[in-house]
């Protein structure tokens, strides 16, 4: 069973920069992707970007194209995401999920984020003035 642990968030002004990470441990090539979800007060949980742990292709939503990077660093079993001019709209607890073994959720142009079974605890990202 892999472990994830998030760490890196906080608070920033609107424009400013994070840099998310999320160590995984009990790894195994049965995990296909690495993904950072979100979740703002009232609302549900959603998907913001992934990482192929094969070729590391990476998929971003809408909402974060050009702000976030998705990165992985395999030799430390880490993956993180780098978040630039953020938004008070980002604010938000952030997760770090691995997809189930054996079941890949990345596709040509979607994913299938309800593959997505392995969390981990979640840290606190805060965008305000």
């Known amino acids: 069973q892999v472990q994830l642990v998030e760490s890196g968030g906080g608070s920033v002004q609107p424009g400013g920069s994070l840099r998310l990470s999320c160590a995984a441990s009990?790894?195994?090539?049965?995990?296909?992707?690495i993904a950072w979800f979100r979740q703002a007060p009232g609302r549900e949980r959603e998907g913001v970007s992934c990482?192929?742990?094969?070729?590391?292709?990476?998929y971003y939503s809408n909402f974060v194209k050009g702000r976030f990077t998705i990165s992985r660093d395999d030799v430390k079993n880490m993956v993180f995401l780098q978040m630039n001019n953020l938004k008070p709209e980002d604010t938000a607890v952030y997760f770090c999920?691995?997809?189930?073994?054996?079941?890949?959720?990345?596709?040509?142009?979607?994913?299938?984020?309800?593959?997505?079974?392995?969390w981990g605890q979640g840290t606190q990202v805060t965008v305000s003035s």
């Open positions: 009990g790894f195994t090539s049965d995990y296909y992707a």
């Open positions: 990482i192929s742990t094969r070729d590391g292709t990476t």
């Open positions: 999920a691995a997809s189930s073994p054996g079941l890949p959720p990345m596709y040509s142009d979607y994913v299938d984020w309800a593959l997505f079974s392995s």
